[in-house]
């Protein structure tokens, strides 16, 4: 409901909303049938759903949550490219965007079926990148650090569930920048990956982290 409001601040813009559960398949192909009913064609992918899972040692992990992570960050970025690059073919154009995250990147520690998703992002967009390219279709992914959503928010309080907002201001001290990122950092780069603007940027993962993957020790 919240992103349905706040898309009726664009008017102007024809909006469609499909719900859709990425894990599961057909629910995919239909969002794309949908999109290509109502538009004609689709120029952007933003491969975006993705949970984090609970955060447990590799021997102390849920093997259903796993599946669970593994379903929707992985199967879920793949069912996407799946359907709509045969549309972006068509049309010999196509910008996509998976979201992967530093964890596709590093390992982070009690988090293995997301960080082995993450990483699978990383790797599908090199290889959509290969094949596609001919096509006009780039595609890249982006890495983000910790941006405050309601996901990390859900991170912080698994942390310290009596005090989420101490947990916050630690890991902040972290990062170069001593601050958290906002999703509207994150969607300025997603809207430039996006465009027509991106003309040879392609099968790269883009940390979007203030600098913090480049740590290495203490600091
Ligand atoms: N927030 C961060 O710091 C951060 C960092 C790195 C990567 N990411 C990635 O960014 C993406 C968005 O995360 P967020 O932080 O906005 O989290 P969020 O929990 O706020 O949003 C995730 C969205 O995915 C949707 N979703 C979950 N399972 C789904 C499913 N099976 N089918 C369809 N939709 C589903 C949820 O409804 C929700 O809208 C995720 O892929 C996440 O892994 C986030």
């Known amino acids: 409901m919240?992103?349905?409001?706040?898309?009726?601040?664009?008017?102007?813009v024809k909006i469609i909303t499909v719900?859709?559960?990425?894990?599961?398949?057909?629910?995919?192909?239909?969002?794309?049938?949908e999109a290509v009913k109502a538009f004609g064609r689709i120029d952007g992918l933003y491969n975006?759903?993705?949970?984090?899972?609970?955060?447990?040692?590799?021997?102390?992990?849920?093997v259903d949550i796993f599946k669970k992570v593994i379903d929707i960050n992985l199967m879920g970025v793949y069912y996407g490219l799946r359907y709509v690059i045969p549309v972006m073919q068509k049309q010999q154009f196509g910008r996509i965007v998976n979201v992967a995250s530093v964890g596709g990147i590093r390992g982070v520690l009690n988090q293995m079926p997301y960080v082995a998703s993450k990483h699978a992002v990383s790797g599908m967009t090199k290889n959509a990148a290969l094949e596609y390219g001919k096509d006009g279709i780039l595609t890249n992914a982006i890495a983000p650090g910790a941006i405050l959503t309601p996901m990390v928010a859900a991170a912080f309080k698994q942390v310290n569930p009596d005090d989420p907002k101490t947990a916050e201001t630690e890991y902040a001290?972290?990062?170069?920048?001593k601050r958290l990122g906002q999703p509207h950092e994150v969607a300025k780069v997603v809207a430039f990956l996006?465009?027509?603007?991106?003309?040879y940027v392609s099968g790269q993962t883009i940390a979007i982290d203030g600098g913090e993957s480049n740590i290495y020790g203490n600091s």
């Open 48 to 62: 975006n759903a993705g949970i984090e899972g609970k955060q447990a040692s590799i021997t102390e992990y849920d």
């Open 173 to 177: 001290q972290r990062n170069p920048t």
């Open 19 to 33: 719900v859709a559960d990425v894990s599961n398949e057909d629910a995919v192909k239909n969002y794309v049938d």
């Open 194 to 199: 996006l465009s027509e603007e991106n003309g």
């Open 2 to 12: 919240r992103n349905q409001k706040s898309l009726k601040k664009f008017p102007d």
